[in-house]
């Protein structure tokens, strides 16, 4: 039967309509089970109340109309003590209460589970039999397998409908929504989808023209047959033939009576094109999906894949008409670096994504960028929000759809104070980040992308803390050669001399994979990532190290800082590498000047290892964003998890505590170049622990200046004092944020 729940829910995946959706889930579970009736309650937010959505066996008007409070009736037991019941008789539960519409009084059997999403009950489903008989055990397993597995698939289609009947309701569509907030600023613009959506998440909409709707349908799919045929002829001296028969086996496809004629007569119907493309695949790839045979249940993905292609000819033609808005908010399920630059920088105003978090390497481009941006917005079924008028609030991670006029009044004001905010920062520009008691904290750049535009301005920074070279090689289709590094990192050094420019060796891996070089790993974040890929391709690590020696010749400002460190014999290997590097540079006769060596410390490992470390290295930068996600075992791309990815859990706080102490102990300076040094309050906390610099993106620098400005070192070490003493995070949210606000910087505190 387990198998069977499966298939039930891969079914209604494939629902577009809540409606219709629910109906099929109380049919199916119903004729799965020997039951007589099987219904489905949603809760109503409104009213707090749990309103029966959809039933079969029961009468069917009271779809809609039968309603229990939390706690009401065998229903509301089920939903407020979220636990499954299985009675023989009803009635003689202690919370029985009849629920007059559905006419169970010729009831016995009752079987009850929580429908939950991420610890929220979304409803409640039930089953119910005439006989005075518990449900077998084979039978409460199926049920209570489907009531588990309904929860995610539901809360989406729940998402949608509240989405579809926000947008066309009385407020004209506005929508608030809270996501991850990943980079700060305010911006309102047009949101450009930068990628097909997925076909489930394709709105219904009235076709204004049917007949327009039709040409572009039809334009589509010959645009979708051309292509194939071109990427077949393309590859065709690459491919075996029975690998290119595939590229014709999709042609036929597209060719396919029941493709063109279902969606055409939906469109004649009076849906738009994209809606019964959407319908037509779905209905195709479930029939496939539907079969025992394995070979042809795989074949549903292909008909899916279609139905993407020819969706995206649909968007293409959009897009094509519509260019780049001049404000634009760019959206997407989750968002390439190669996405983020096809938009005209002067036209990019903001980013929201439905994956993604503060810590993944899309934010702390945006950041680089200094572009606001919200993800991990799971729930949003962007499809919908094609053309809406979008405000991103990258401080607090809000997002407004179709925002009224008091709502873009507001934002133009916050903008307003935000660019007062920035004359005053702009005023501390030549100014250091000495503390009221007169400590200095050096603050260095972060840099990676939009390096160039930073690099011009060097002059005002005090030097390099992290440059990330992996984006370098992202952007690229090719490794790039000896030379090509080398007048990279020489430019950068040059830029900043005789200030210090810290350059980190590939780091490669995790979300960062070299496009021309992927290795589906399972996990991987704990595969093969930074210094583990580049000691077993020594090619690859040989080159940048001799670019790196050769420019740092006769400037002597660079510092290079190998990544990922989790075990000493890491850093023989690379040094051993290092030293080979320079030798055979040497002995070539091509200038070339050893640097200082740093190891990042973000991997637990490495804290209990700074001792033996520091016998090889001259200084330790600490990786929060890598240091938080490996000690406290939460991705730190994962939105679903993003709220335990806190820089300020007390296991963070003491572990950097630690680091600093050993590394204090053995002479070694030790700075944090993670997002952590980048965040005002945290960075105030980094100083009270006693962190010797921080690194951050340029966008971050002045108002952690300002912060740090702003207190003494005492009071730093106070909060820290403080902090090393809380249990959890919240409390430390709390102190900090409360300090900033005594402090007069209410600006800075986030919530
Ligand atoms: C870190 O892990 O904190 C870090 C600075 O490295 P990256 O974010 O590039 O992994
Ligand atoms: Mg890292």
Not at 30 to 38: L, V
Request: proline share 5%.
């Amino acid at each position: 039967m387990l198998a069977n729940s499966r298939q039930i829910v891969k079914e209604i995946g494939g629902k577009t309509q809540l409606k219709e959706a629910l109906a099929l889930v109380v049919q199916r579970a119903k004729s799965s089970m020997d039951a007589d009736a099987c219904s489905v309650y949603l809760k109503d937010t409104p009213t707090d109340q749990y309103l029966l959505k959809a039933a079969d066996g029961l009468i069917s008007g009271a779809v809609g109309k039968a309603r229990v409070s939390r706690n009401e009736g065998l229903v509301g037991w089920v939903a407020a003590h979220e636990e499954v019941v299985n009675l023989a008789n009803a009635p003689d539960h202690p919370g029985f209460h009849h629920i007059a519409e559905t006419e169970e009084e010729s009831f016995h059997g009752f079987m009850g589970a929580p429908i939950v999403h991420h610890g929220r009950v979304l409803g409640v489903i039930v089953a119910q039999k005439h006989e005075r008989r518990r449900f077998d055990n084979d039978e409460a397993a199926f049920f209570t397998t489907l009531a588990t597995q309904l929860g995610g698939a539901i809360n989406h289609l729940l998402a949608k409908s509240d989405f579809s009947r926000q947008l066309n309701g009385p407020s004209r569509g506005r929508i608030l929504i809270k996501g991850i907030p990943c980079a700060p600023g305010l911006a309102i613009g047009s949101l450009l989808l930068s990628q097909p959506a997925d076909l489930l998440s394709t709105p219904d909409r009235r076709a204004p023209d049917i007949a327009a709707e039709e040409a572009a349908f039809q334009a589509a799919v010959s645009a979708a047959k051309e292509e194939l045929r071109a990427s077949g002829e393309r590859m065709s001296a690459y491919l075996p033939g029975e690998v290119l028969s595939l590229f014709d086996a999709y042609v036929m496809m597209l060719e396919s009576e029941k493709l063109n004629a279902g969606t055409v007569a939906r469109i004649r119907k009076g849906q738009w094109a994209r809606g019964a493309l959407r319908d037509t695949i779905l209905e195709l790839a479930l029939v496939f999906e539907q079969t025992e045979d394995p070979y042809l249940a795989a074949r549903a993905e292909d008909i899916r894949n279609i139905g993407r292609h020819i969706l995206l000819h649909l968007q293409g033609t959009a897009r094509a008409s519509g260019e780049y808005p001049r404000q634009c908010i760019l959206a997407g399920m989750e968002l390439s670096l190669a996405e983020i630059s096809n938009v005209p920088r002067d036209r990019l105003s903001g980013i929201i994504s439905v994956k993604g978090s503060a810590v993944s390497h899309t934010a702390i481009i945006c950041r680089a960028l200094g572009v606001p941006a919200v993800m991990g917005l799971t729930d949003l079924p962007i499809g919908y929000l094609e053309n809406c008028e979008i405000a991103v609030d990258g401080q607090q991670g809000v997002v407004c759809i179709n925002p009224s006029p008091a709502d873009i009044n507001e934002f133009r004001q916050r903008m307003q104070e935000e660019q007062a905010i920035s004359a005053e920062l702009e005023s501390l520009r030549d100014k250091p980040a000495r503390t009221v008691d007169g400590v200095l904290v050096p603050l260095f750049l972060n840099l990676g992308i939009g390096a160039d535009e930073v690099s011009a301005r060097a002059a005002e920074y005090e030097g390099v803390g992290l440059y990330r070279t992996e984006f370098f090689f992202i952007a690229r289709d090719t490794l790039p050669t000896e030379d090509e590094q080398y007048s990279l990192y020489r430019h950068l050094l040059e830029s900043f001399a005789p200030k210090p420019v810290t350059i980190r060796t590939l780091d490669t891996g995790g979300d960062k994979e070299l496009p021309f070089f992927t290795t589906a790993e399972t996990n991987p974040f704990l595969g093969r990532r930074g210094i583990r890929f580049t000691l077993d391709h020594p090619e690859i690590f040989l080159t940048q190290l001799r670019a790196l020696l050769r420019a740092n010749a006769g400037i002597n400002n660079l510092q290079i800082l190998f990544p990922m460190i989790s075990r000493v014999n890491e850093i023989d290997a690379a040094l051993g590498l290092l030293d080979r590097a320079y030798l055979d540079l040497t002995a070539e006769g091509q200038p070339a000047a050893k640097p200082q060596i740093g190891a990042m410390i973000e991997v637990p490992s490495a804290v209990y290892l700074i001792a033996a470390l520091s016998r090889r290295v001259d200084f330790f930068s600490i990786g929060t964003n890598d240091l938080t996600q490996y000690l406290l075992a939460v991705d730190r791309s994962n939105p679903r998890v993003q709220g335990c990815h806190d820089n300020l859990h007390p296991a963070v706080i003491h572990v950097i505590g630690d680091i600093v102490h050993r590394a204090h102990r053995q002479n070694k300076p030790v700075g944090v170049c993670g997002e952590m040094a980048g965040d005002p309050a945290s960075a105030l906390l980094l100083l009270g622990i006693g962190v010797d610099s921080l690194s951050m993106t340029s966008s971050s620098l002045p108002r952690v200046k300002w912060t740090l400005r702003t207190f003494t070192s005492r009071q730093a070490r106070e909060l820290a004092d403080k902090a090393l003493k809380s249990e959890n995070e919240a409390d430390t949210h709390q102190l900090l944020n409360n300090a900033l606000s005594a402090a007069g910087l209410n600006a800075l505190v986030r919530r």
